[in-house]
């Protein structure tokens, strides 16, 4: 196991040098919704709990919330998108102005649903998922006009993230052109995979699969396991095999309870253990990791300061209930205790 220090000085001075920047975000926007209640008793109907209702909450998900993840801890974010004319689709511009989060590259598309995830939640469990959602891929119309918006913006961008979920946004007729402008621009490109989809993902600045999006990336079986990363020849093996084949400038996987593990080209990989104490809700973590990654490397955060600082920022926010997000005061403190 290795580590490098990142005090919480340096952790400020970064995000300091990052609210100075300005980060993009692409992708299939969310808006996800929580049904909060109690159960004390099962359905007389059928043999399901029955939850007394408490209280309702809504926050951007998907790519919306990796933007919110930027601008909670004061990062400057465009968000560029897709949503339906609905009622869903006005909750959620509402929400992403309410974060200071700029909306005007969401696009509205008459007969597309707006995707909602619903959760019930009872005594901090999640007892049922509803999904709502429209998967089928953008129009060639929709696509040019998201490449307009994106091209009108680069200039002034530090860095793009693409937030792929498997809602129809990220295209292959999207994704080529954003990597030849961020190429030509010299502009970081991020984008957390979504391997069912196949795109090919050569040439990005950083990718952020967990375990088994990696194995399926490689496609390798996922055998065995390690409960040491930098000890598991399996894993150790799809990393390796990922550099090679996609050529990012960084891989970057996300392991659960065994943290992260930072790989790059030509180096041994860095891992990353977790400092999580407690875990909640996971939802929203992986956005939480990129948008503090990216938003770390575009201040100028060496890749291990950024993965230590991404770290953080997931433990905090999977020791809360919901789509959660952290603040600068929050992430500098818990740097502090380290």
Not at 120 to 136: F, L
Not at 227 to 251: C, M, V
Not at 282 to 300: K, M, P
Request: aromatic share 2%.
């Amino acid at each position: 196991m290795n580590s490098t220090p990142l005090s919480a000085a340096r952790a400020r001075q970064i995000l300091t040098a990052a609210a100075r920047t300005r980060i993009a975000v692409v992708g299939d926007v969310m808006l996800d919704q929580f049904i909060w209640g109690t159960v004390s008793r099962i359905s007389p109907e059928a043999p399901v709990p029955v939850v007394d209702f408490e209280r309702e909450s809504v926050m951007p998900g998907g790519a919306a919330n990796v933007a919110r993840n930027l601008t909670s801890l004061n990062v400057p974010a465009d968000l560029l998108g897709v949503v339906g004319q609905d009622h869903a689709g006005r909750q959620l511009r509402d929400l992403l102005r309410e974060h200071q989060i700029g909306c005007s590259g969401l696009l509205a598309k008459a007969g597309r649903m707006t995707s909602v995830k619903a959760r019930i939640v009872a005594h901090k469990q999640q007892v049922v998922r509803i999904d709502r959602e429209t998967r089928d891929g953008l129009d060639a119309s929709l696509t040019r006009r998201l490449l307009a918006a994106l091209k009108s913006r680069i200039s002034g961008t530090a860095a793009v993230i693409l937030g792929d979920y498997g809602k129809g946004v990220v295209t292959q007729e999207l994704l080529d052109p954003i990597k030849k402008l961020c190429r030509e621009h010299g502009v970081w490109l991020s984008l957390d995979p979504k391997p069912v989809h196949r795109l090919d993902l050569t040439g990005l600045s950083l990718i952020t699969p967990n375990r088994k999006e990696t194995f399926e990336l490689a496609r390798l079986s996922d055998e065995t396991r390690h409960g040491d990363p930098l000890k598991d020849a399996n894993l150790k093996l799809a990393a390796e095999r990922l550099l090679a084949e996609l050529q990012p400038a960084l891989l970057l996987i996300t392991l659960g309870e065994l943290g992260m593990l930072l790989c790059e080209r030509g180096k041994p990989p860095f891992h990353i253990p977790t400092v999580a104490q407690e875990v909640f809700d996971v939802s929203g973590a992986g956005d939480t990791v990129i948008a503090c990654f990216t938003l770390a490397i575009a201040a100028g955060a060496s890749p291990k300061e950024a993965a230590v600082l991404s770290n953080h920022a997931a433990g905090i926010v999977v020791g809360k209930l919901g789509t959660a997000t952290v603040a600068p005061e929050e992430l500098v403190e818990n740097l502090s205790r380290v």
